[in-house]
Structures are given as C-alpha cells and as structure tokens.
Nanobody, 119 residues
Framework: QVQLVESGGGLVQPGGSLRLSCSAS????????PGWYRQVPGKEREFVAV???????NYAEFVKGRFTMSRDNTKKTVYLQMNSLKPEDTAVYYC?????????????WGQGTQVTVSP
C-alpha cells in the first residue's frame, strides 16, 4: 500500500528557514511530478511548487526566490527548502504525488505538516 509521510514543519520566526520532507513507501513503479501545496483554515488548498522527474521546477509567484523544491529519486523523497519565511506562509503544507503501482496511477496526499511563522 502506497503511503506518503511528511516531516519538517514547526514554529519559526519571520526570516527563518524550514525544510520539509515527503517520503513515499510501498510498491511503487514510478512517481510523476510531485508537488507541494498549502492550506489555511477557511481557504482552498493552493499550489506552492512542483518538480519534474528530470528536476525541472515551477513555483507559485509568492514563493519564488524563497522556496526551493528538490527530489531524491532513489529515496522516493521530495523536499521543500523554505527560506525568508513570512507570517503569511503560515499554513498546513501537503505533498502530492502521482504514483504508478501495480493497480495503475493515482494521486496521493501526505498527512500535512503545520508551518507557523510568528515572532
């Protein structure tokens, strides 16, 4: 059974940094364009970043220049390095992976990790 496990959230002061990780486990044939999203109470989940299998990245405008997404294919893990954090970055962060296993392809979500940016 495929499972995504996130880690790395926490409380940080404005201007600080955090690194989120998301690891996939299970009988996985391939992982396509994993991404990070975030959500605050009362709002829809929004796109943050995505990375291709070759390492190409795309970011939401509000994180460009501050966040960096990377992946380690051998570990089936993606990362989100978040620098120069702002209070408005406070949210629950979710990773998403489109994973192909023996049953076919489908989207999976991590459990979410809370990021709080506050003095």
């Amino acid at each position: 059974q495929v499972q995504l496990v996130e880690s790395g959230g926490g409380l940080v002061q404005p201007g600080g940094s955090l690194r989120l990780s998301c690891s996939a486990s299970g009988s996985i044939f391939s992982i396509n364009t994993p991404g990070w999203y975030r959500q605050v109470p009362g709002k829809e989940r929004e796109f943050v970043a995505v990375i291709t299998r070759g390492g190409g990245t795309n970011y939401a405008e509000f994180v460009k220049g501050r966040f960096t997404m990377s992946r380690d294919n051998t570990k089936k893990t993606v990362y989100l390095q978040m620098n120069s954090l702002k209070p408005e970055d406070t949210a629950v962060y979710y990773c998403n992976m489109n994973i192909r296993d023996y049953r076919g392809s489908r989207d999976y979500w991590g459990q979410g990790t809370q990021v709080t940016v506050s003095p």
